[in-house]
C-alpha cells in the first residue's frame, strides 16, 4: 500500500515537471515584463492622473470663458477684470500671489496630464505591434478618436495663446498694449480668428469625450448614467466651446470694437 | 454563393505574414462561418496545400475558442462569436477579409491562431476566490441581493475570447478584467480579495503587452456576450478605492 502510494506520488511529480518544461520550451514565453503593482505603475493610475488633472482644466475653462464674456461689456469693464485678476487676494495675501497660485496648479496639471497621456500613448503602441490589413469602426467617436492628436493640437495652441494675449509677444498690439487693445487687434485678422476657432472645436471634442471617459475612469458610470453623462458631455462641449468662439468672431463682424 | 477570402497566413510566429487570397465556390448561406472555413481547408487539403490553421471547439457560442477579425469587425458583422455567425450574413461574391485578433498579448501561433495564455496568468493573478474545503456550505447561509447577483451574472457571462482587445483601438484588456473583477467583487465570497485583486490583475493585463483604457466603447460593441462599459467603471472604482486604502501588494 505504501509502495503504490510512493509510486503514485513519483508519477504525479515526474507528470509535473513534464508540463512545466513543455511550458516553458513553448510559444508563448509568458510576460515579457514583470506586473508592476506598485501604486503609480498601473495604467488606471494613470487614467486617473488624466481624469484629475482634467476636471482642474474644465473648472478652469469655465472661468476663463465666463471671463471672456466681459469683453462685451467694453474695453474698461474688460481692462479691469484683467486688473482684478491680478490683485485677487490681495490684501489677505500680496499682488499676484492667487494668481500664481494658479498658474502653477494649472502648469503642474499640464504636465501630469501629458505624462500620463504619453505614458499611455506608448503602452497602447506596443499593444499593437502588427497594424490590421482592415480594421472598421463599430462604435467610436469622432471625439474619442481623435484624443490624441487633439491634444497635441491643444498644448500648440495655448503655447500660441499665451504668447498672444497673455504676453502680447506675437500680437499685433505689441507687449505694452492693454488686454482689450490684444484682443481686438489680433482677432481682426482672418487668420487668426480661423486658427482659434480650429483651436477651440478640437478643445471642444477633447471635452466631449474627457467628460465622459473622466466619469468612467473615476468610477462613477454605470449602465444608467451612461446616455444622460453622454448627453450632457456633449451639451457641456457644446456650451464651452461657444461661449469661447463668441468672442473672437465678434472681433471679427465687428461687433467689438 | 461565391466568396473571395482574403485570408493571413503566416507559417509561424517568427516568420512574417500576408494576406492570400482564394476563391470558393458553392457557398451555402446556412453554413456556419467556421464550416465555410472548413470546406476551404478540405479544398486546400485536397490540392496539396496546407491548411487554415484557426481555433475553434465548442462551435456553439459559449467556449470562447475561435476568434476572428472579418472584414475588420472582431467575430463579424454580427454581435455574436465566429461560430455562431452564418454565411448569410454576406452576399453572393463579397471579398471577405479575415485576419488573426493582433495584440502585443496574443501572439500569433499559425496564420489565425493567437495564444491566448495571457489571459489565463491574469485570471491567475486575482481572478478567483479563496473557499475552504470541507462540508458544502448552507445554500442560504450567504445572502446575495437579487440586482448584485444578476450584475455579477451579467459579468461573469464573459468567455474570454478576446474579442474585447481585437477591437480596442488601444489593444486594451479592460473589458476581459473589468468583468471578472465585476464578477467576484459584487459577490460576498469575493469580499475579502476584492482590494488585492483588481490591484493585481490591472497590473498582470499592463504587463502582458495590452494597452490602456480610453473608454471609447469599441469593446462591448463587438462583446458576444455584451458586456456592458459599467464594468470598467466598476474595476476603475474599486482600483482607485484599493490604491487609496493602501491594498498594495508585496508581490
Known sequence: MGLTCASSYRVLVATVTTQQAGQSAGANPGPKRDPKTGRFGSSVFKKAVMAVT????????????VGNLKAFAGAETFNAY?????????PIVPRLTVLTIIRVVLLVAVAAHIWAAFSLWKQAKRARPVA??????????????????????????????????????????????????????????PVVTIWYAIALIALGFHIRHGVWSATQTLGHSNKRRERALNLFATVFAVVLVGGYLLIPFSVLFGIID | MQLTLRVWR?????????????HLTDVSEDMSF???????????ILDGEDPIAFDHDCREGICGSCGLMINGIAHGPEQTTTCQLHMRSFSDG??????????GGFPVVKDLVVDRSAFDRIISAGGFISAPTGTAPDAHATPVPKVDADAAFDAATCIGCGACVAACPNGSAMLFTAAKVTHLGLLPQGQPERDSRVVKMVAQQDAEDFGGCTNIGECSAVCPKGISMETISRLNHDLLGALRANAVPAS
Open chain 1, 54 to 65: 482634467g476636471i482642474i482644466f474644465v473648472l478652469y475653462l469655465i472661468a476663463h470663458m
Open chain 1, 132 to 189: 490590421y490589413v482592415t480594421k472598421k469602426r463599430v462604435q467610436q467617436s469622432y471625439a474619442s478618436r481623435t484624443m490624441r492628436w487633439g491634444g497635441v493640437i491643444l498644448i500648440l495652441f495655448i503655447i500660441w495663446h499665451i504668447l498672444d494675449l497673455t504676453l502680447g509677444a506675437v500680437n499685433p498690439a505689441g507687449r505694452d498694449s492693454l488686454p482689450y487693445g490684444r484682443l481686438v487687434e489680433g482677432f481682426q485678422n
Open chain 2, 34 to 44: 467556421l464550416e465555410m472555413l472548413d470546406v476551404l481547408n478540405e479544398q486546400l
Open chain 2, 10 to 22: 503566416q507559417p509561424s510566429p517568427q516568420v512574417k505574414g500576408k494576406m492570400a487570397n482564394y
Open chain 1, 82 to 90: 484683467s486688473e482684478f485678476l491680478r490683485d485677487l487676494g490681495e
Open chain 2, 94 to 103: 463579397d471579398t471577405i477579409d479575415i485576419e488573426p485578433w493582433r495584440s
